[in-house]
């Protein structure tokens, strides 16, 4: 069984994603320890909150080092998940100007209404339209609805790291890749059958 940690800086709703790990074959450790994430198979960074807060969280445990020495120094595949995805940008505005983790180049910023009829945060199912193909998506027809709640949205440097983008205030993207770390806006955990796919592809890789 694959182990799966999940990483604790008081900024997510652990033990859904726990649930969800563990309903897709997975075995999830809920943890800040660096020797979790040493034995880890897979790391998931979940998140709700605000991005200056989360990061200042991470910082706080170390886990940004901790962090960068598994995923990006030893290749684990790694998932971020809402607030998650975010804090993978180089910064974000929620909460002041904060540095994020860099990993992905781009910044967080809220979105602006592109109507009246438009509502922030945005809360509920939409779709996601894929830009390429990827060992994520498998078994996931395109268009297929996720479930999000938010209110800032990831604008990436890159057009090639942007796996998916949603129709909602013009167009926000909605997961990222980029070697093996993924990142998706929506809760997975909470998108039903669809979700539930996306989280065996993940820990297929």
Same mark, same amino acid.
């Given at each position: 069984?694959?182990?799966?940690?999940?990483?604790?800086?008081?900024?997510?709703?652990?033990?859904?994603?726990?649930?969800?790990?563990?309903?897709?074959?997975?075995?999830?450790?809920?943890?800040?320890?660096?020797?979790?994430?040493?034995?880890?198979?897979?790391?998931?960074? %979940?998140?709700?909150?605000?991005?200056?807060?989360?990061?200042?969280?991470?910082?706080?445990?170390?886990?940004?080092?901790?962090?960068?020495?598994?995923?990006?120094?030893?290749?684990? =595949?790694?998932?971020?998940?809402?607030?998650?995805?975010?804090?993978?940008?180089?910064?974000?505005?929620?909460?002041?100007?904060?540095?994020?983790?860099?990993?992905?180049?781009?910044?967080?910023?809220?979105?602006?209404?592109?109507?009246?009829?438009?509502?922030?945060?945005?809360?509920?199912?939409?779709?996601?339209?894929?830009?390429?193909?990827?060992?994520?998506?498998?078994?996931?027809? %395109?268009?297929?609805?996720?479930?999000?709640?938010?209110?800032y949205h990831f604008l990436c440097d890159r057009a090639e790291d942007?796996?998916?983008?949603? =129709?909602?205030?013009?167009?926000?993207?909605?997961?990222?890749?980029?070697?093996?770390?993924?990142?998706?806006?929506?809760? =997975?955990?909470?998108?039903?059958?669809?979700?539930?796919?996306?989280?065996?592809?993940?820990?297929?890789?």
């Amino acid at each position: 069984m694959k182990k799966v940690a999940i990483v604790n800086y008081d900024a997510g709703n652990l033990d859904s994603v726990a649930r969800a790990v563990i309903e897709c074959g997975g075995k999830p450790e809920i943890s800040c320890n660096p020797d979790t994430f040493a034995r880890a198979d897979f790391i998931i960074l %979940p998140g709700v909150g605000s991005f200056a807060r989360g990061m200042q969280k991470i910082r706080d445990r170390n886990l940004d080092v901790i962090l960068r020495e598994q995923v990006i120094d030893c290749g684990i =595949p790694f998932l971020g998940i809402c607030l998650g995805m975010q804090l993978l940008a180089t910064r974000g505005r929620e909460g002041g100007e904060t540095p994020g983790l860099g990993w992905i180049e781009g910044r967080v910023e809220r979105f602006q209404p592109t109507g009246l009829d438009v509502r922030i945060p945005h809360v509920g199912w939409n779709e996601a339209i894929y830009q390429h193909s990827s060992p994520l998506l498998r078994n996931i027809p %395109p268009r297929k609805d996720f479930y999000f709640v938010h209110s800032y949205h990831f604008l990436c440097d890159r057009a090639e790291d942007i796996l998916a983008y949603t =129709p909602y205030c013009g167009n926000f993207v909605s997961i990222v890749s980029r070697d093996n770390i993924f990142g998706v806006q929506f809760h =997975p955990e909470k998108s039903q059958k669809v979700g539930l796919q996306l989280l065996r592809n993940f820990l297929a890789l």
